[in-house]
Structure formats: C-alpha cells, structure tokens
C-alpha cells in the first residue's frame, strides 16, 4: 500500500503507540484519523502529527460504545470516499491477581468490575472497530488493512488475567479475519510488543524497569517508533497477512 494520501485510523491515537504510530505514519503524507477519549489530548496530538506532514482529522470516541463506532466510521468513511486502513490500538489495564491469597485465606478476587472494564475497551471495542471499519472497506471496494495491536502477554502474564484474554482474543480475531476478509482485498494482521517504553511502563520504578529489561535478551526496552516502524512494514507489505508478529527484544524464542 503506497500511504499516500490515503485514510489512517488509529484507535488511542492521541498518546503512547498510537501517537507514535501516527507520527511514524506522517512522513508518508496519508490523512490519519486520531479515535480518542481525552479531547484535550487529541488536540495535542493533532498539532504534532499535522507538523511531521500528514493531513490530521480528530474523533472523540468510547470505542466499547457500538452506535458511536458505526456511526463515526460511517462520517469517516463518507467525508474521505474511502477507508483504507485502521489501527486497532485503544486500549485499557486493570491488573489484579485472580485471587490475592495470604496463608491460605483469600483476601481479595478480581472484580468483575476490573475484568469488564478491560474487557469492553481492549476485545469488545477491537471487534466494533475492526467490524465497522471492514464495513466500510467493503463500501469503498477499495481493499484495506486492518491491524490489532495484541501483547506479548497474550501468552499468559500474572496478575493480567482480563488483559491477557483480550490481547490473545485481538491477535486471534486478526487470524480469523484474514481469512474471511481476503476475498473483499482486507488484509488483517496483530502485533504483539514486549516490554515498550510508553508514558505508562516508564512510569514504573526504576528498579523495576531495570528487572524487566535484564530479562529481555537485548536488555532494553522497546521504543515506541519501533512498534510504529512494524505498523508501517505491514501497511506497505501487501503479502503480510493472517500473522501475529511479535516485537519483544527476543523475550519470547
């Protein structure tokens, strides 16, 4: 896909990979489209994606909310006469053991509360993004490509049991729509990061950024351009597709 001029979804896109997506993208002069739920944010971002040189146009939107994602994809899609690509990266984290146990008692459980709230942003909004924008691929018989960003803790991470689920849930249902969209000319594709340098994990104390990154085989924490350089790669690429790529340091071999 040459990005040139065409339309960029990012989901999230006002902060963290989103952002760094966005201004990755930039360069290729595309009109990227920032989904997020911080106004104030998305007007930030907007300023520095349109100075790296793309054409930028902002939407307020909780993605777990069916009638506004249809109905934003569907302006979206008609301002444009087209959709080609959307970057399903919104996303929450509510970790909780699944039972905080102390000598035998159980003090504390994951609330549903927690696991619902995961849940509905990062598996439920991925599955209305990625169905409304397809909708509106269709619409334009244009092709397109979808990409869901999973996690390295799809595999299984302690203390992330509604994180995990979703991460692995987004990655399978990039699978699954490959194969049923290939027909339409829809590439869909998940990647799966490791540990990345975000506002949130930096945030973290410093010892325990230090453990995380002893652990990674190259010994440092991704950065956020190299998750948007992934993205990039697989919008140009036209044969990747139906993959899960993971980007990890090596975490995972």
């Not at 349109?50 to 301002?79: L, P, R, Y």
């Not at 691929?137 to 390295?152: D, F």
């Not at 340098?197 to 950065?223: C, D, F, S, Y």
């Amino acid at each position: 896909m040459d990005l040139d001029d065409k339309v960029v979804v990012i989901t999230g896109g006002a902060q963290g990979l989103g952002l760094a997506t966005a201004i990755r993208l930039a360069g290729k002069k595309p009109r990227i489209v920032l989904i997020d739920t911080n106004p104030h944010q998305l007007a930030e971002a907007r300023q520095v994606v349109e100075a790296a040189g793309a054409t930028v146009s902002t939407w307020e939107c909780n993605v777990s909310d069916e009638d506004a994602v249809d109905k934003i994809f569907d302006q979206i899609n008609m301002h444009n006469g087209r959709l080609d690509a959307v970057i399903n990266n919104a996303g929450v984290t509510r970790d909780a053991l699944l039972l905080k146990i102390k000598e035998g008692v159980v003090e504390k459980r994951m609330s549903l509360k927690e696991w619902n709230q995961v849940i509905d942003v990062n598996l439920t909004g991925t599955f209305l993004c990625g169905r409304a924008a397809a909708t509106e691929m269709v619409k334009a018989a244009n092709g397109g490509c979808i990409i869901n960003i999973s996690s390295i803790s799809r595999h299984g991470n302690m203390g992330q049991t509604n994180y995990t689920a979703t991460k692995a849930g987004v990655a399978a249902m990039a699978v699954t729509w490959a194969k049923e969209l290939a027909e339409q000319g829809i590439r869909c594709v998940a990647i799966a990061p490791g540990y990345i340098g975000t506002e949130m994990v930096l945030n973290m104390k410093t010892k325990a950024l230090e453990k995380i990154a002893a652990g990674i085989p190259v010994r440092r924490l991704g950065q956020p351009d190299e998750i948007a350089r992934t993205v990039e790669f697989i919008l140009e690429n036209e044969y990747v597709n139906g993959r899960v790529i993971e980007v990890d340091g090596g975490l995972r071999v």
